[in-house]
C-alpha cells in the first residue's frame, strides 16, 4: 500500500515536500511516479525515478523546480517543490511500476500498477 503526504495550502514562490511511504511493499524494487490531477484536467506526469535512484525524469513544466528523490533505507520517495505556482495546484499521486522507463514511457499511466491515495496541493496567497 502507498501513501503519499506532505500535501497542503502554500503561498507562491513557496516550497513543499510530499513523500510517499509504502507499507507491505519494497520500494527499491520498484520505479516510482508523481503524477497529479489538477481541478477540471486529466491527470499527468510530474517525475518518475528508477528503483535504484540513478535515472530521473521530469516534465517541462517542472523542471528545474521540482526534485525526486528517494531512501530505499525507509522505503520513501520524495518530491521537493520549490517555486511553487497557482500551476502546480493539484492532488498529487505516487505509484510504482516495474517496467524500466524511459522518456517516452515514464509519464503514460499504463505502465503502473500500484497507486497511492493523494495529497492535495494548493498554491494561493
Known amino acids: 500500500q502507498l501513501q503519499a503526504s506532505g500535501g497542503g495550502l502554500v503561498q507562491p514562490g513557496g516550497s513543499l515536500r510530499l513523500s510517499c511511504a509504502a507499507s507491505g511493499l519494497s520500494l527499491e524494487n520498484y520505479s516510482i511516479g508523481w503524477f497529479r490531477q489538477p481541478p477540471g484536467k486529466e491527470r499527468e506526469g510530474v517525475t518518475c525515478?528508477?528503483?535504484?535512484?540513478?535515472?530521473?525524469y521530469y516534465a517541462d513544466s517542472v523542471q528545474g523546480r521540482f526534485t525526486i528523490s528517494r531512501d530505499n533505507a525507509k522505503n520513501t520517495v520524495y518530491l521537493q517543490m520549490d517555486s511553487l505556482i497557482p500551476g502546480d495546484m493539484a492532488v498529487y499521486y505516487c505509484?510504482?511500476?516495474?517496467?524500466?522507463?524511459?522518456?517516452?514511457?515514464?509519464?503514460?499511466?499504463?505502465?503502473?500498477?500500484?497507486w497511492g491515495q493523494g495529497t492535495q496541493v494548493t498554491v494561493s496567497s
Open positions: 525515478i528508477s528503483s535504484s535512484g540513478d535515472r530521473t
Open positions: 505509484a510504482t511500476t516495474t517496467w524500466t522507463m524511459n522518456g517516452g514511457t515514464w509519464y503514460r499511466e499504463r505502465w503502473y500498477k500500484y
